[in-house]
């Protein structure tokens, strides 16, 4: 039973759906009850549970099958590809990287890699360097930061697909519902020219990205540089 005290009952539905996903108590692909199930589980009314329900498909945290019901969002490789990759050609559609990763390392988390972590100190990271090309040309230059208390045995994994978000979900129960990127002018040092076929200096778009998960922990951090020549990032507002 809920609490009839301090939030709307709609809302206390929502964040109890929220703690079950990210505890994974309903996994990815999972079907939920039916809204009378939920309603008499929480006592609550069944239009409290789809007010609730119909916040968190909006969010694509869920997903409903006509005639069939309310399961929980799969992260496809495409469908996440699609919904946060957000370069585009010049004028271009929406399309999906390429992705051929450069390196791995097992590190000690730096100090801002802890700050934009929230870790602790002497924490292991891996830090996966990739380039990202669009129509066969190197578009993206790309540092991932993963820490391996939430990922553990990343470091072992001998081949990790395009889309880490869906991966992420499959494989550690991690779903990513937000990015929050902030983008910065810079100019491009002698390792990212070489790997976008670039001059040295040459100006570029950097976007320092936090990934986070379902229950609000950011669980991923990365840098990307973009030559503005041939691309763009590309946000459509609604």
């Not at 809920?2 to 108590?25: A, H, N």
């Not at 929230?118 to 380039?131: A, C, Y």
């Not at 040092?189 to 100006?203: H, K, M, Q, W, Y």
């Not at 320092?208 to 379902?214: D, H, K, L």
């Amino acid at each position: 039973m809920l609490s009839t005290k301090y939030q709307p009952l709609y809302q206390q539905v929502y964040d109890e759906i929220v703690k079950r996903l990210s505890s994974g108590y309903w996994k990815a692909g999972d079907s939920l009850p039916s809204e009378f199930g939920l309603a008499d589980e929480l006592g609550v009314s069944q239009g409290t549970v789809r007010k609730a329900l119909n916040q968190l498909v909006a969010e694509n945290l869920l997903r409903r099958r006509q005639g069939k019901g309310t399961y929980v969002a799969e992260h496809s490789n495409e469908s996440s590809l699609y919904r946060f990759f957000r370069y585009r050609e010049l004028g271009g559609e929406s399309v999906i990287p390429e992705t051929e990763i450069i390196a791995v390392s097992k590190r000690v988390a730096s100090e801002r890699e802890r700050r934009k972590l929230s870790l602790t100190d002497n924490i292991d990271v891996l830090e996966m360097v990739r380039v990202r090309s669009i129509r066969n040309k190197p578009a993206i230059f790309e540092k991932v930061i993963q820490p391996l208390a939430v990922f553990p045995g990343l470091d072992l994994v001998d081949e990790i697909p395009n889309s880490l978000y869906a991966y992420y979900q499959t494989e550690y129960g991690v779903s990513i519902v937000e990015v929050r990127d902030e983008l910065h002018a810079v100019e491009l040092t002698d390792e990212v020219a070489e790997r976008l076929n670039l001059e040295i200096g040459s100006p570029a778009l950097m976007t320092e990205r936090s990934s986070i998960n379902i229950d609000g922990r950011v669980v991923e951090w990365s840098q990307a540089f973009c030559s503005t020549d041939n691309f763009v990032y590309s946000v459509t507002l609604k």
